[in-house]
């Protein structure tokens, strides 16, 4: 990028907001994903909506590229730069504007951490339910630009049932808020349908109205421990079938399970095949019914042990061993690649011995956790960039993983998007319209293609 381009940024966000050093680049030129880097011309933490929307006009006029980065958490690729960009930083909008009890919404801003937020409405007596496991750290703008889930998922949704109205600087500059605080809204289009989940290519978000439900009144979480993964498949279907629907319904399998218990020490058995982690919330009386339920049906499926938390301290550390998964599998080797498939529920044992099956077929560690009861499951590939034989098995595996997931019905993402990672895969799951519309619905509203460009598909 020309040193006089660079130059009109910096005077638009002011140089204590404008960063272009080597250092500067290097640490902005990755996100959470692992493989994928490229180095931005610079970065931005802009102050305002106004110089937003400058930056944005002047990305049109000197062809270069905006790049809107939160925590950098993504999975997908979807905050990596691409060449001649810049990254707009937004984890300084990070203000809860105002939580409006009588209407049960909330207004924030994109910045704001998921955790932080949980906790401001539970003070209240609310309760926001989308909990990515990067929740701590992630932000709410990233949580929409992703239509990022979690744990409670099955239960309650994505963060895609709960984002009432946003207020957005279109790729060309211009501003405008879609939806507000009515419960009902059918006027024209459903353009925030649209917004949710576009992976931060149509537009920036500069505000955020969330809704919120009554935080439930009492829970119970229950961990219980398998010989078998498909006795634990089997229990998930179990309770579906006798219309329980728990909040969260996780599996951890085996070479999970021993990884959390090295590196948490939470006293899990390492002999076992499968571990499920599940909670019921709701009305007193109505919990202890779906508990005794629960309880019933996994004993009926040959669960080795039963464990419920008899307060909320047991119940989080029951819940540890879920939380850390990811963390425990990445000690392991020094590159971890963590994926997103989904299937069918019927399907998740197909799914998950279908991994097995390709581990052992490509000479790879796998270890397998996620959302039992959305099908959702995270095969996690431990391996060593540095080892390109490996790192072609890898990839090997997974295209045949991707193969075999839509074979069984699935999706190649039920909560991490596209980015650019998985833009490969694609065009096998989405047929050829479908594809060129959404291609279209961007060239419209980013005819020169600077927003987040080559993020889900190159144009």
């Not at 024209?188 to 537009?203: A, F, K, M, Q």
């Not at 669960?303 to 307060?311: L, P, T």
């Not at 699935?410 to 479908?434: C, D, M, R």
């Amino acid at each position: 990028m020309e040193k006089s381009v660079l130059n009109k940024i910096e005077e638009i966000v002011g140089t204590k907001n404008f960063m272009d050093s080597e250092e500067d680049k290097l640490v902005y030129s990755y996100d959470g994903t692992p493989m994928i880097s490229q180095k931005p011309e610079a970065i931005i933490i802009p102050d305002s909506v106004e110089q937003i929307s400058s930056i944005m006009k002047l990305a049109n006029k000197e062809k270069f590229s905006v790049v809107p980065r939160g925590s950098g958490t993504s999975l997908s690729g979807g905050s990596v730069a691409t060449p001649n960009s810049i990254i707009m930083l937004m984890h300084k909008w990070d203000k809860i504007i105002e939580i409006d009890e009588e209407n049960l919404v909330a207004w924030v801003q994109p910045g704001v951490k998921t955790h932080d937020f949980h906790k401001a409405v539970e003070q209240k007596g609310l309760f926001y339910p989308p909990d990515p496991g990067s929740q701590k750290i992630c932000t709410i703008g990233g949580n929409v630009a992703e239509n990022a889930g979690g744990l409670r998922g099955l239960k309650y949704g994505v963060t895609r049932d709960y984002v009432m109205a946003v207020e957005m600087v279109l790729p060309n500059g211009e501003v405008f808020i879609n939806g507000g605080k009515n419960v009902k809204d059918v006027a024209g289009y459903n353009l925030r349908d649209l917004i949710v989940g576009s992976e931060g290519t149509l537009g920036i978000f500069t505000k955020i109205l969330l809704k919120l439900i009554p935080k439930p009144k009492s829970s119970k979480t229950i961990l219980a421990y398998f010989d078998s993964m498909s006795n634990a498949a089997k229990s998930v279907s179990d309770i579906i079938a006798n219309h329980v629907i728990p909040c969260t319904m996780e599996f951890l399998d085996k070479t999970t399970i021993k990884c959390v218990e090295e590196f948490a020490q939470i006293g899990l058995p390492t002999n076992i095949d499968a571990l499920l982690l599940l909670e019921t919330d709701g009305h007193e009386a109505q919990v202890a019914e779906d508990a005794d339920t629960i309880t019933k049906i996994l004993k009926q499926n040959s669960a080795s042990e039963v464990k419920i938390a008899q307060n909320e301290a047991e119940a989080d550390q029951l819940k540890t061993a879920r939380r850390a998964a990811f963390s425990a599998l990445a000690r392991v080797k020094p590159t971890t690649i963590l994926e997103d498939a989904t299937v069918p529920r019927s399907n998740l044992v197909a799914l998950i011995e279908k991994v097995n099956e390709l581990a052992k077929k490509y000479d790879l560690l796998v270890g397998n956790f996620g959302h039992a009861g959305d099908g959702n499951m995270h095969p996690t590939v431990l391996t060593d960039e540095r080892n390109t034989d490996e790192i072609e098995r890898v990839e090997k595996f997974f295209d045949e993983l991707y193969d075999e997931t839509i074979k069984l019905g699935g999706t190649i993402t039920g909560e991490h998007g596209i980015g650019l990672a998985k833009k490969k895969y694609l065009s096998k799951l989405i047929e050829s319209p479908a594809l060129k519309m959404m291609q279209q619905i961007k060239q419209a509203i980013d005819p020169n293609n600077v927003l987040n460009p080559e993020k889900i598909f190159s144009l």
